[in-house]
């Protein structure tokens, strides 16, 4: 099958696994997928699309499960993001490496990590941070001579 109709075909299959009213959409400069091995490798100039969330990389590997679930993204070089969750919540930021667990709704960022909750006016930098929007928690690690920093607003005190 040629690399046009494989892409065509785990887009089809990819977006058969989500709510009817979103599209995801990818765009790379490559892409070579392994049905068996159920992953996927996009390159170069990698965005996705799906809903309000967007995932830019130079490098992105999808992998599947036996009923053509994705089960995990893996976003590699400059990647980006913005991202909307139920609640309402609205991130922007940038990483290294991003992993994405859709089943758990598990964000993984890591390396030189900048995250903002914009509408919360709250920011996490660090070397390792983990957002489970399912159970609402975040986790964050600095690196060896680098803290995590938090910024967040204060509500104004009444004197």
Do not use: C, W
Request: charged share 30%.
């Amino acid at each position: 099958m040629k690399r046009t109709g494989l892409a065509f075909v785990l887009t089809a299959l990819l977006a058969v696994t989500l709510d009817a009213a979103e599209q995801l959409k990818i765009s790379a400069d490559r892409f070579e997928g392994n049905e068996k091995a159920g992953r996927s490798v996009f390159e170069g100039h990698v965005r996705i699309r799906m809903g309000g969330d967007e995932l830019n990389a130079s490098r992105v590997e999808i992998y599947i499960d036996d009923r053509r679930t994705p089960v995990k993204y893996v976003a590699e070089g400059s990647t980006s993001f913005f991202l909307k969750t139920d609640d309402n919540s609205t991130y922007r930021g940038k990483a290294n490496k991003v992993v994405f667990l859709p089943l758990e709704q598990e964000y993984r960022f890591y390396g030189d990590v900048h995250l903002m909750q914009i509408n919360e006016h709250k920011q996490i930098d660090g070397e390792e941070v983990v957002v489970n929007i399912k159970k609402g928690t975040a986790t964050a690690k600095g690196a060896k001579k680098q803290p995590v920093i938090m910024i967040f607003e204060l509500p104004e005190r009444k004197q």
